[in-house]
């Protein structure tokens, strides 16, 4: 039987836009999950979400190391922030079973105009790289991130990286291109978590995940140059442009269940 179906090669499309988005903005999920549930209508939620994470975390932990060879990650933020993430995605997903995602849904989309505004009224906002803590603050400050993006992406997940970067330029002083970078950790620390259920589960597709995976990779490349090339002010057009699409979304999604 051929692999390289038309199906599989739109996936395959997918995950390569998905690793570019991914590695400067985060928000891949929002391409590779939806054509997932397209091309296999028939297969179980949990499968197509443990295929979409194979093939996420490899591109994610290939930017991360791209960026990390580059750039100064703030390993003091990062990786507290990463641990505590870890945690609580398990606390996030375990949350699901007794409290409905459509109550939290008009929260979300709250959040993301507060976000979209705050960054367009802020012409500066995230172009230079001012860390605003250290010592003790810095560690609370970056497990309190941590658990709470954790925590949503366990239960929600969507528009994770988004959100990352935005905390991390606001409330840590980094500029975009370190807050990017310093995403990339604690998602691959996210999605770690979750593949930790998904897996031992049997909740995934080997051969479309390794497929998707090295497409994901790919694209990861292209974005992690990119960003690395046109630097903050970059990164900063494109989260603007990636939150008015989590933005729509959000839209229609609250509203058309109402």
Request: hydrophobic residues 55%; charged residues 10%.
């Amino acid at each position: 039987m051929d692999f390289l179906t038309p199906e599989i090669l739109v996936l395959l499309t997918a995950a390569l836009m998905a690793g570019v988005v991914d590695a400067v903005v985060g928000g891949g999920g929002l391409i590779q999950i939806p054509t997932l549930f397209a091309v296999y209508p028939t297969e179980s939620a949990a499968t197509l979400f443990g295929t979409n994470k194979c093939a996420s975390v490899v591109g994610t932990a290939n930017a991360t190391w791209r960026y990390a060879r580059q750039v100064v990650m703030p390993w003091r933020t990062i990786l507290p922030a990463a641990l505590a993430a870890f945690i609580f995605s398990y606390i996030g997903a375990a949350t699901v079973a007794w409290l409905p995602k459509d109550v939290v849904r008009p929260l979300i989309l709250f959040l993301l105009v507060v976000a979209a505004v705050y960054t367009l009224k802020r012409k500066e906002f995230g172009l230079h790289h001012r860390p605003a803590h250290a010592g003790h603050r810095e560690l609370i400050y970056a497990i309190l991130l941590g658990a709470l993006i954790g925590f949503y992406d366990g239960f929600f997940g969507p528009g994770t990286g988004s959100f990352l970067i935005f905390l991390f330029v606001r409330f840590f002083g980094f500029d975009f291109l370190h807050a990017s970078a310093g995403a990339k950790v604690v998602n691959v620390a996210t999605n770690l978590a979750a593949l930790g259920y998904f897996l031992p589960h049997g909740y995934i597709l080997p051969l479309v995940a390794a497929a998707m995976a090295v497409a994901n990779v790919s694209g990861s490349m292209l974005g992690t140059r990119l960003a690395l090339k046109y630097g903050s002010g970059f990164i900063r057009q494109l989260f603007l442009v990636m939150v008015a699409v989590l933005i729509v979304k959000f839209s229609w999604d609250t509203f058309s269940v109402l």
